[in-house]
């Protein structure tokens, strides 16, 4: 069973889906600027975990599949917003949505995705508690996805972060969304609070390593893979996992924080990072936490469903970018 | 019965719920940020539309204060965006959340109080059902504004703009959330659809009065009572109904556009716009809706609240400021 068919199998139902609950109504311009990302593509990963989740404790994708939309909204809703708070220009391959509509139109592209996430998450056909219940749960996680880009903005103007600082910001602006996704997959799908909390577990956990491994892949990717420069973030002065754990060992890259550096230099960056042992700390810090995850799919049935959600906690370490 | 006494004596319960539904919490600048302007004060005009209602139909205040407070975070992430979007750099007598905390700042500190207005609402204790349909009205609502924002910065890129697209505009970007706050406050406290509708018309008409009568309040109103600049809109060259129809009888005041003025410019642009009768009809029509909107509360039993309700109408029309 490939994972890749599997979530594209899924994904085309999530993308016919956009089509019928965001339209291109008026004013056009905003509804383009907000659709202009969620259709540049993306792996849909977080729908397919919310399907598959649903469909593992014995519900279907057709009456989930709102709900996949609202996540995947929330998703791009916070990518448009990053984009215009870190001065990012480029986002999947295009120019980001402030590029094209202004900063104005951005904020505002955001903001329109936000409710219609909300609206969208309002009208799956279910039982009103459960629904209210998501309701809960995806607010929550928009405010933690907001707490987790603060401390992301805060921690780049400090000179010392904390492994557990760290965690805090990556669970939060990252991998809640994974967690909340799979919570809200089992609670549509009538699953138990216990059961949907354990799920939301491994959506939490395996989003945590998702994020460290992408710090690793920083590092280890060459840029026709990547479709960045490698070493950015060292170039950047971002404080990931691996800098923490290097910093602690006394071991400081010269290129952190330079804003540039030749490949050679990049190279002797990634040599010290990897001789002190901190990329393979990182790495392997990234595949515990994949482990923990995979370890909560325990509450659900053995079948396909099962399996692709293993095989995605396992793909978000083995990926090449 | 005084208007003023009896908003404020239900607004120290809006204050004080605020207090325990958003804590400051951490990370604590993110949470100042969010609660700055909401602390800066505001007539918390909707939340009392939200909780009069509510009493009128038979609920009290308590039972509906999440929703209420749900409703005044929502207005107030509106303004902390507009403001960005506007490059306005006053609220409330205060500098802007974006010129304390930098753009980025705000942009998360509006994001923040979108998604607890959400969580805030989804905690109301009452019928699911009824919840459900009241997160419907709110995300709604809050698509409707960013479409009126959105249109409200597309006007001031064009030549010309007609009466209805203003009334869209109008519609969308004030008073949609005064009609959330009466149908919500309506199906919380158990009113029939039909009745929730209503109440919904009566905010949405009096909100449009609202805004027409603040066009007019920029033409007539002093800057030490208005605390802006008397003719601000005319210099903006905003396209405010009072503009749109002057246009329409070939009247163009000189300032309009100019970004400034002197203060015998702005007497002399405010005669020209009284004598072809653009200001009487702008106030005429803010009357009406007025008091169609009061029309709409018919549905109510006589009593005390829907008395309130009555002078809020007024209100709108009858403020200085």
Not at 28 to 37: P, T
Not at 157 to 167: A, N
């Amino acid at each position: 069973m490939m994972l890749i068919d599997e979530i594209k199998k899924r994904s085309v139902h999530v993308d016919a889906a956009i089509d019928e609950l965001l339209p291109i109504t008026s004013p056009e311009e905003l509804y383009k600027a907000s659709r202009y990302l969620v259709d540049a593509g993306g792996k849909r990963l977080r729908p397919a975990v919310l399907i598959l989740v649903a469909e593992a404790v014995g519900s279907d994708l057709k009456s989930v599949l709102p709900a996949a939309v609202a996540v995947e909204l929330v998703h791009n809703f916070t990518l448009i917003h990053d984009d215009i708070m870190d001065k990012d220009d480029i986002r999947r391959g295009r120019p980001a949505v402030h590029m094209i509509w202004g900063e104005a139109g951005a904020i505002l592209a955001g903001d329109t995705l936000y409710s219609k996430a909300f609206e969208i998450l309002s009208k799956v056909e279910n039982e009103p508690v459960r629904i209210l219940k998501c309701m809960d749960v995806l607010s929550k996680t928009c405010t933690e996805i907001c707490e987790g880009q603060w401390l992301d903005m805060d921690f780049e103007t400090r000179d010392k972060v904390t492994e557990s600082e760290y965690i805090e910001m990556v669970e939060k602006k990252t991998s809640v969304l994974y967690a909340a996704a799979a919570r809200i997959g089992a609670l549509l799908g009538g699953a138990s609070d216990e059961t949907a909390y354990a799920l939301f577990e491994y959506g939490r956990l395996i989003g945590i390593g998702f994020q460290m491994y992408d710090d690793v892949l920083d590092m280890v990717t060459p840029q026709e893979v990547l479709g960045k420069v490698r070493g950015s973030d060292l170039m950047e002065g971002k404080h990931t996992l691996i800098v923490i754990d290097a910093f602690g060992k006394g071991v400081k890259p010269a290129i952190f924080g330079k804003g540039e550096a030749t490949p050679k230099e990049t190279d002797e960056a990634v040599r010290i990072l990897t001789e002190c042992g901190s990329i393979d700390y990182v790495k392997n810090l990234a595949i515990s936490y994949i482990n923990e995850g995979k370890a909560k799919l325990d509450v659900l049935p053995d079948g396909p469903e099962k399996e692709l959600l293993l095989q995605i906690a396992d793909y978000m370490i083995s990926r090449e970018y």
